[in-house]
């Protein structure tokens, strides 16, 4: 899942992708028919959705969208999202299942539901996926190598 060229954009609603930047805006592509076209920064906010993050209360206390998509992802046979349209005592007992931690003080409901919104528009053009395991393995190489090399250290020093 790559979130990076993933741009939200005040007053325009969907998902865009990021096709070039000017100095002035950026130029945007619609996910849906390819069609780019200019968005002035001056009359629209740009938020990529890689720099967006869901507040908790863990010792990192915040969670990345990625992270929360990911957890949808897993969850959507088990517990699919709701409607954004659902009550709000609805929409937190879905997000709770989904992020168990999340800060319910600074979390609006709003915000859940623009996020249930972003995964059903990224859920419906396919454009989400689990990640690969070569993260894990890639994660054990590196403890491997790491124990390696606390072995040889130790031979060098006995």
């Not at 590196?142 to 130790?154: F, G, L, R, S, W």
């Amino acid at each position: 899942m790559n979130l990076e060229k993933l741009v939200a954009v005040s007053g325009r609603t969907g998902i865009f992708k990021m096709a070039a930047n000017r100095p002035n805006g950026l130029i945007i592509q619609d996910l849906d028919n390819g069609k780019k076209f200019f968005a002035p920064s001056r009359k629209h906010q740009f938020t990529p959705l890689e720099s967006i993050s869901i507040y908790t209360y863990t010792e990192d206390s915040t969670a990345e969208l990625k992270e929360v998509f990911i957890n949808m992802l897993t969850q959507i046979d088990t517990n699919p999202p709701v409607s954004p349209k659902s009550n709000s005592t609805e929409i937190k007992n879905y997000f709770s299942e989904i992020l168990p931690d999340f800060d319910r003080e600074k979390v609006l409901v709003s915000d859940i539901k623009k996020l249930i919104k972003w995964f059903n528009f990224l859920h419906e053009r396919n454009l989400l996926s689990l990640p690969v395991e070569t993260e894990k393995v890639d994660e054990q190489v590196v403890q491997e190598e790491d124990v390696k090399n606390e072995t040889e250290d130790a031979e060098l020093t006995e």
